[in-house]
Protein backbone atom coordinates (compact mmCIF):
# COMPACT_ATOMS: atom_id res chain seq x y z
CA UNK A 1 0.00 0.00 0.00
CA UNK A 2 1.70 3.43 -0.82
CA UNK A 3 1.32 6.60 1.06
CA UNK A 4 0.66 9.61 -0.54
CA UNK A 5 -0.09 13.25 0.74
CA UNK A 6 -3.05 12.83 0.22
CA UNK A 7 -2.45 9.36 2.62
CA UNK A 8 -0.54 11.83 5.11
CA UNK A 9 -4.08 13.81 5.47
CA UNK A 10 -6.03 11.07 5.77
CA UNK A 11 -3.97 9.90 9.25
CA UNK A 12 -4.30 13.38 10.55
CA UNK A 13 -7.37 13.91 9.43
CA UNK A 14 -8.71 10.64 11.57
CA UNK A 15 -8.34 12.76 14.48
CA UNK A 16 -9.61 15.84 13.24
CA UNK A 17 -11.33 16.82 16.36
CA UNK A 18 -8.07 17.66 18.28
CA UNK A 19 -4.76 19.19 16.86
CA UNK A 20 -2.18 16.55 16.74
CA UNK A 21 0.60 16.67 19.31
CA UNK A 22 4.13 17.55 18.14
CA UNK A 23 7.36 15.97 20.05
CA UNK A 24 10.82 16.41 19.37
CA UNK A 25 13.07 12.79 19.09
CA UNK A 26 15.86 12.69 21.96
CA UNK A 27 18.30 10.65 22.07
CA UNK A 28 19.06 8.01 24.74
CA UNK A 29 15.78 6.33 23.08
CA UNK A 30 17.65 2.77 21.39
CA UNK A 31 15.49 0.73 23.44
CA UNK A 32 12.25 -0.26 24.81
CA UNK A 33 13.01 0.50 28.20
CA UNK A 34 13.95 4.21 26.70
CA UNK A 35 11.06 4.67 24.81
CA UNK A 36 10.66 8.43 24.10
CA UNK A 37 6.42 8.99 25.68
CA UNK A 38 4.21 10.45 23.38
CA UNK A 39 1.28 10.50 25.08
CA UNK A 40 -2.37 8.87 26.30
CA UNK A 41 -5.09 8.63 23.51
CA UNK A 42 -8.57 8.45 24.25
CA UNK A 43 -12.12 8.40 22.02
CA UNK A 44 -12.41 10.06 19.29
CA UNK A 45 -8.88 9.56 18.60
CA UNK A 46 -5.65 12.00 17.90
CA UNK A 47 -2.86 11.85 16.38
CA UNK A 48 0.61 12.95 17.10
CA UNK A 49 3.60 14.01 15.00
CA UNK A 50 7.75 12.94 15.49
CA UNK A 51 10.52 14.54 14.05
CA UNK A 52 13.28 12.54 14.70
CA UNK A 53 16.68 11.09 12.92
CA UNK A 54 18.52 8.43 12.53
CA UNK A 55 21.82 8.77 12.93
CA UNK A 56 24.48 7.99 13.18
CA UNK A 57 25.11 4.12 11.46
CA UNK A 58 23.09 1.61 13.49
CA UNK A 59 20.35 4.24 15.36
CA UNK A 60 16.95 3.34 16.33
CA UNK A 61 14.16 5.55 17.75
CA UNK A 62 11.61 4.01 20.03
CA UNK A 63 8.44 5.88 21.26
CA UNK A 64 5.75 4.69 23.51
CA UNK A 65 2.18 5.80 23.84
CA UNK A 66 -0.84 4.10 25.20
CA UNK A 67 -4.60 3.51 23.95
CA UNK A 68 -7.52 3.65 26.17
CA UNK A 69 -10.08 1.52 24.04
CA UNK A 70 -9.63 -1.01 20.49
CA UNK A 71 -7.63 1.93 18.43
CA UNK A 72 -7.24 1.89 14.32
CA UNK A 73 -3.31 3.23 14.22
CA UNK A 74 -1.78 4.43 11.09
CA UNK A 75 1.74 5.15 11.20
CA UNK A 76 3.91 6.93 7.82
CA UNK A 77 7.21 7.50 8.26
CA UNK A 78 8.64 10.78 5.57
CA UNK A 79 11.79 12.28 5.21
CA UNK A 80 12.56 15.54 6.26
CA UNK A 81 12.55 18.11 5.14
CA UNK A 82 10.49 17.05 2.33
CA UNK A 83 13.59 14.50 1.51
CA UNK A 84 13.31 11.30 -0.83
CA UNK A 85 16.87 10.19 1.21
CA UNK A 86 16.97 7.68 3.27
CA UNK A 87 15.32 4.17 3.70
CA UNK A 88 13.44 3.42 6.84
CA UNK A 89 12.04 0.82 8.65
CA UNK A 90 8.76 1.01 10.61
CA UNK A 91 7.73 -1.55 13.77
CA UNK A 92 4.87 -1.77 15.97
CA UNK A 93 5.17 -3.69 19.39
CA UNK A 94 2.80 -4.47 22.05
CA UNK A 95 3.48 -3.66 25.77
CA UNK A 96 5.76 -6.98 25.68
CA UNK A 97 7.13 -5.67 23.41
CA UNK A 98 6.35 -8.77 20.75
CA UNK A 99 6.07 -7.36 17.46
CA UNK A 100 2.27 -6.76 15.95
CA UNK A 101 3.33 -5.60 12.38
CA UNK A 102 6.58 -3.97 10.52
CA UNK A 103 6.75 -1.94 6.84
CA UNK A 104 9.88 -1.46 4.92
CA UNK A 105 8.97 0.36 2.16
CA UNK A 106 5.39 0.87 1.42
CA UNK A 107 5.33 4.70 1.76
CA UNK A 108 7.13 7.32 -0.53
CA UNK A 109 10.01 6.28 -1.83
CA UNK A 110 11.66 4.00 0.59
CA UNK A 111 10.33 5.07 3.48
CA UNK A 112 7.58 2.82 5.68
CA UNK A 113 3.91 3.17 6.41
CA UNK A 114 1.86 0.39 8.49
CA UNK A 115 -2.06 -0.09 9.73
CA UNK A 116 -3.19 -2.37 12.73
CA UNK A 117 -6.27 -2.54 14.91
CA UNK A 118 -5.15 -3.24 18.34
CA UNK A 119 -7.19 -3.16 21.61
CA UNK A 120 -6.86 -0.96 24.53
CA UNK A 121 -3.40 -0.72 25.90
CA UNK A 122 0.61 0.66 25.54
CA UNK A 123 2.68 0.49 22.28
CA UNK A 124 5.47 1.13 21.14
CA UNK A 125 6.84 2.19 17.39
CA UNK A 126 10.25 1.97 16.12
CA UNK A 127 11.90 3.87 13.79
CA UNK A 128 15.22 2.15 11.85
CA UNK A 129 17.05 1.72 8.78
CA UNK A 130 15.98 -0.25 6.16
CA UNK A 131 17.46 -4.14 5.59
CA UNK A 132 18.38 -2.90 2.60
CA UNK A 133 19.92 0.47 3.03
CA UNK A 134 23.42 2.05 2.01
CA UNK A 135 25.45 4.26 2.98
CA UNK A 136 23.96 7.00 1.47
CA UNK A 137 20.25 5.97 2.45
CA UNK A 138 20.99 4.68 6.55
CA UNK A 139 20.78 8.22 8.17
CA UNK A 140 18.50 10.58 7.86
CA UNK A 141 16.14 13.09 9.08
CA UNK A 142 12.45 12.01 9.35
CA UNK A 143 8.80 12.56 10.55
CA UNK A 144 6.71 10.03 11.88
CA UNK A 145 3.12 10.87 11.65
CA UNK A 146 0.62 8.81 13.66
CA UNK A 147 -3.00 8.87 13.69
CA UNK A 148 -5.27 6.77 15.76
CA UNK A 149 -8.97 6.58 15.54
CA UNK A 150 -10.22 4.90 18.78
CA UNK A 151 -13.40 2.52 17.70
CA UNK A 152 -16.23 3.10 20.24
CA UNK A 153 -17.72 0.25 22.32
CA UNK A 154 -20.73 -1.34 20.85
CA UNK A 155 -22.78 -0.45 24.13
CA UNK A 156 -21.83 3.09 23.52
CA UNK A 157 -22.65 3.99 20.26
CA UNK A 158 -25.93 2.46 21.10
CA UNK A 159 -26.42 4.85 24.27
CA UNK A 160 -25.42 7.37 22.34
CA UNK A 161 -28.28 6.32 19.27
CA UNK A 162 -30.98 5.91 21.98
CA UNK A 163 -30.10 9.65 23.20
CA UNK A 164 -30.42 11.09 19.90
CA UNK A 165 -33.55 9.07 19.70
CA UNK A 166 -35.32 10.77 22.82
CA UNK A 167 -33.86 14.32 21.69
CA UNK A 168 -35.57 13.65 18.91
CA UNK A 169 -38.82 12.77 20.21
CA UNK A 170 -38.86 16.03 22.73
CA UNK A 171 -38.21 18.10 19.68
CA UNK A 172 -41.58 16.65 18.22
CA UNK A 173 -43.77 17.38 21.03
Given at each position: MKFSLIGLAG???AASTSQAAFFLEAEGNNTSGTANPVGVYAPPGDAFLVDGSISP???QDWFIFSVTGPAEIKAAVYG???STIGDSFLELYDAVPA???????DNIGKFS???AN???GT???RVLAGPRSTSIDATFDYKLVVGINIVPAPGSLCVAGLGGLMAAR???S
Open positions: IVALGDRPNLITSDDDSLEVPAYYLRKR
